[in-house]
Nanobody, 121 residues
Framework: QVQLVESGGGLVQAGGSLRLSCAAS????????MNWYRQAPGKQRELREL??????????NYADSVKGRFTISRDNAENTVYLQMNSLKPEDTAVYYC????????????WGQGTQVTVSS
């Protein structure tokens, strides 16, 4: 059974930093791409924004809104993916979700429970 467990959210002032963690189990972690999404207040699940992605080989991609401020990384030995968030802005306030899509058919999407990040101005 695939499980993704996020941690590290909280309340921070604008300009501050947070580091999110997502511990994965039930998958062969090192062959799976891992993603961080966020869902802003009042937005529907279908409108979750892809914030950052890291491929199995370590290649990364970021939403334009977070480039230069957020860094995604992974520790395959610990089956964990991280999101370092610096220079946080009030518009970064959201619930952040860890996500992966399993490779082998039937492919399935898995989400963590989410962790709240609130940035005060």
């Amino acid at each position: 059974q695939v499980q993704l467990v996020e941690s590290g959210g909280g309340l921070v002032q604008a300009g501050g930093s947070l580091r999110l963690s997502c511990a994965a189990s039930g998958i062969i972690f090192n062959i799976h791409a891992m993603n961080w999404y966020r869902q802003a207040p009042g937005k529907q699940r279908e409108l979750r924004e892809l914030v950052a992605a890291i491929a199995s080989g370590g290649q990364t991609n970021y939403a334009d809104s977070v480039k230069g401020r957020f860094t995604i990384s992974r520790d395959n030995a610990e089956n964990t993916v991280y999101l370092q968030m610096n220079s946080l802005k009030p518009e970064d306030t959201a619930v952040y979700y860890c996500h992966t899509r399993t490779l082998f058919p039937p492919t399935s999407d898995y989400w963590g429970q989410g962790t709240q990040v609130t940035v005060s101005s």
